[in-house]
């Protein structure tokens, strides 16, 4: 395949919404390309001792004849055009500039940090924030969130690999990060789309005025947008041995699904023995933060307020309401445990005060088991069955989805579009027309959060589900 794997997908309401998230937040994008295919005419290096590597910044890869290229090329075995892409498509580049900007000036402010710009807080993912010994002469700050944000300090193995016979794994013990590793990759994505205990966004940031955290592999890669092959290729035109997955998109998701459960169960253990406890960026936030109505349009008094006492915010647990469907897919005995942990730790969170030894305790049990499935999910095959059946399955939970709250909505929505576009890249429907247009109208209900309604939502996701069979 020499063209982008997304140059052909539809533009969904998908992009609108998350092109919006991506620029605001400070976030950390994959690659899979791994070492360039210029091929010089000398021999690789045989040299066993190699200097700390230190960061360069964006520019090492910005000549033409390396990933600079204004269009991408089919002659090569990756496009080289990614710096290109970078720069002027993925907002990841002006990352550190969203810091400069009224708002972000603001949040500063408000946090009494000073400017953003200079804050540690906010470097930490809207630039890429290294100690000063670790800078090369050329590097820059305010470059953002660039290449070596994912790929790693590149002083070690920029030049050799360009040289030929140089392979990734070469470039992997020099320093680079292996990014073709999809669980590797969406590590890295998270670090900053959800947070480790060196960064993260928490309620006082929320209050200020910095935006929610979500993610979804397969979607952000397209918004981003991808700048790699797919598949990976050994030469020009020749897909690498193994690589050839017609079904990566599903694969994505699902890893991405996986991995971001795991993060989320760390991220609630050790916030449960944080210095602020409860915190309230782990709940539904627009369970409070929504528009007001009379009592008689409520849906929410409507419903009323299953499993935990009036008044009592609810957790967050967008992050397993639709991987919870796949999971069942992949292993039924380990997802059968998740759902009774998963259940159990709703309940200690949805408190005014969680007890924190029990919400850590239950968290961290739950962690084994979403990283059992993770083991799982990487070594599934996928095919048309298997996405059909997902596809299915998650529009028939119309209902139970919905009814967790705008970011389980959110995560549905994203689902379905990632597997619809990957069964269409591979088996169009006769009516795709139609259930694209059933999709999209998924993520116009998302677009006022604070007036989301689950049963309106729910009878479009039903919608979906009948045009799918």
Same mark, same amino acid.
């Given at each position: ?23 605001a937040l400070a976030s950390i994008a994959p690659s899979a390309h791994g070492d360039s295919s210029r091929a010089a005419a000398r021999p690789a290096s045989t040299a066993t001792t190699i200097e700390p590597s230190k960061y360069?910044?964006? @520019? ?17 075995? /990756? ?13 990841? !580049? ?13 949040? @500063?402010? /408000?946090?009494? /940090? ?27 700050? +305010? ?40 669980? !590797? ?8 789309? &959800? ?13 200020? @005025? ?10 952000? !890669?397209?918004?981003?947008?991808? %700048?790699?092959?797919? *598949? ?41 023995? #944080? ?13 409070? %933060? ?19 006492? *009036? ?83 998650? !529009? ?6 919905? #009814? ?19 069964? +269409?890249?591979?088996?169009? *429907? ?10 999209? #109208? ?6 006022? *959060? ?16 009948? &045009?799918?069979?």
């Amino acid at each position: 395949m020499n063209k982008r794997p997304d140059a052909a997908r539809p533009l969904t309401f998908r992009f609108i919404l998350l092109a919006a998230a991506v620029s605001a937040l400070a976030s950390i994008a994959p690659s899979a390309h791994g070492d360039s295919s210029r091929a010089a005419a000398r021999p690789a290096s045989t040299a066993t001792t190699i200097e700390p590597s230190k960061y360069v910044g964006p @520019g090492g890869c910005a000549a033409t004849s390396c990933h600079g290229s204004v269009k991408p090329r089919a002659d090569t075995r /990756i496009f080289q055009n990614e710096y290109s892409i970078w720069v002027v498509q993925d907002k990841h !580049s002006r990352a550190y500039m969203a810091l400069t900007s009224p708002i972000g000036e603001r949040i @500063g402010r /408000i946090l009494g /940090i000073g400017k953003s710009e200079e804050s540690p807080k906010c470097l930490a993912c809207h630039a890429l924030d290294v100690p000063p010994e670790a800078r090369a002469k050329t590097f820059d700050l +305010s470059d953002g969130v660039s290449c070596e944000s994912c790929h790693g300090p590149a002083s070690a193995w920029l030049g050799p690999h360009t040289t030929r016979g140089w392979t990734h794994a070469q470039s992997v013990a020099a320093g680079m990060y292996d990014t073709r590793d999809l669980v !590797s990759r969406t590590e890295k994505c998270l670090s900053c789309h &959800l947070g480790t205990q060196d960064k993260f966004v928490d309620h006082e940031m929320l209050a200020a @005025g910095h935006p929610d955290l979500y993610f979804e592999l397969d979607s952000f !890669s397209a918004v981003m947008p991808r %700048h790699w092959k797919i *598949p990976r290729e050994s030469a020009p035109g020749v897909p690498e041995a193994g690589a050839d997955d017609p079904w990566f998109g599903v694969r994505d998701w699902a890893t991405g699904q996986a991995v971001q459960l795991r993060a989320a169960l760390d991220r609630v253990a050790w916030r449960a023995h #944080g210095a602020n406890w409860p915190e309230f960026s782990e709940l539904q936030c627009f369970a409070c %933060h929504h528009d007001l109505t009379p009592p008689e349009q409520s849906w929410r008094q409507e419903r009323g307020y299953p499993g935990r006492r *009036p008044g009592d915010p609810p957790w967050n647990a967008s992050r397993y309401a639709v991987f919870a469907i796949l999971a069942h897919e992949i292993d039924g005995a380990t997802a059968t445990q998740l759902d009774a942990q998963m259940t159990q730790l709703a309940k200690q969170m949805s408190v005014l005060n969680p007890d924190r030894d029990a919400v850590a305790s239950t968290a961290a049990a739950a962690r084994q088991l979403a990283d059992r499935l993770i083991a799982r999910i990487q070594a599934q095959p996928y095919d048309r069955a298997m996405t059909a059946r997902l596809l299915l399955e998650i !529009s028939g939970h119309a209902g139970e989805i919905s #009814g967790q709250g705008e970011r389980a909505a959110e995560q549905a929505a994203m689902a379905l579009d990632s597997l619809f576009i990957a069964s +269409s890249r591979n088996a169009p *429907p006769a009516n795709a027309a139609e259930i694209r247009a059933a999709i999209n #109208g998924l993520f116009q209900l998302l677009e006022n *959060p604070s007036t989301y309604d689950p049963n309106t939502f729910a009878a479009q996701m039903t919608k979906v589900n009948a &045009l799918l069979r």
